[in-house]
């Protein structure tokens, strides 16, 4: 089922204490580690699942073997992001998914290259809404519609949601242009 809450002042401590065992376990094998997804957006509504994103030279064996250590199975049938309109290599949107066992809290640690489009799309995403609260509550307004039409659909909530933050971010975009953008710097 997807439920869609307010967001939690506890996320972020959440986040922090997740992304500080993740950096003990993989070191300088993580470029950054960065709270990402809308769990990482103060007053933005979500699924109570946080998301992590690690940013690694390459995507090699050896983070497998180590995340599996602190309890992270790899989900292999998922590959690759969503891509969106315009993209011109899939190679670009490749990742790798883990998530903790059943026992754990819900999370989500999407490995992806640095330097990638799917690892700046997930940073921009990010700080775009950070600073655009219009945004923020347009987005939160389409995903609670989706969870209350589609709870039960996986599909069907994703397939309506990527086209929206597709959406945010061609304005994520221009704001990234004029503002000079760069990430914030990784908490972890």
């Known amino acids: ?18 992304g500080s065992n993740l950096r003990q376990v993989l070191g300088e094998l993580a470029l950054r580690i ?7 957006v103060p007053g933005l509504a979500a699924k109570d699942i946080i998301d992590i994103q690690i940013t690694v030279p390459t995507l090699e064996p050896t983070i497998v073997s180590l995340l599996a250590k602190i309890g992270y199975h790899q ?13 011109s ?3 670009g949107w490749v990742k790798w998914l883990f998530k903790p066992s059943s026992s754990h809290r819900p999370v989500n640690v999407h490995v992806r ?9 997930a940073l921009l995403f990010r700080d775009y809404l950070r600073t ?8 939160a307004h389409v995903k609670l519609a989706l969870a209350k039409y589609h709870a039960d659909n996986v599909e069907a909530y994703y397939d309506v949601k ?9 304005g994520a975009e221009i704001w990234a242009v004029a503002t000079l953008w760069q990430p914030s710097p990784t908490d972890c």
């Open 89 to 91: 290599q899939t190679s």
């Open 162 to 170: 990527d086209p929206v933050c597709d959406l945010i971010m061609g």
């Open 132 to 139: 655009h609260p219009t945004s923020v509550q347009a987005y």
């Open 34 to 40: 960065d709270h990402i997804g809308s769990t990482s």
């Open 75 to 87: 989900i292999q049938q998922i590959t690759q992001d969503h891509l969106p309109p315009g993209a």
């Open 113 to 121: 290259v640095a330097g990638q489009p799917n690892q700046r799309y």
């Open 1 to 18: 089922m997807i439920i869609i809450q307010s967001h939690q002042s506890t996320w972020r401590n959440e986040f922090l204490a997740l």
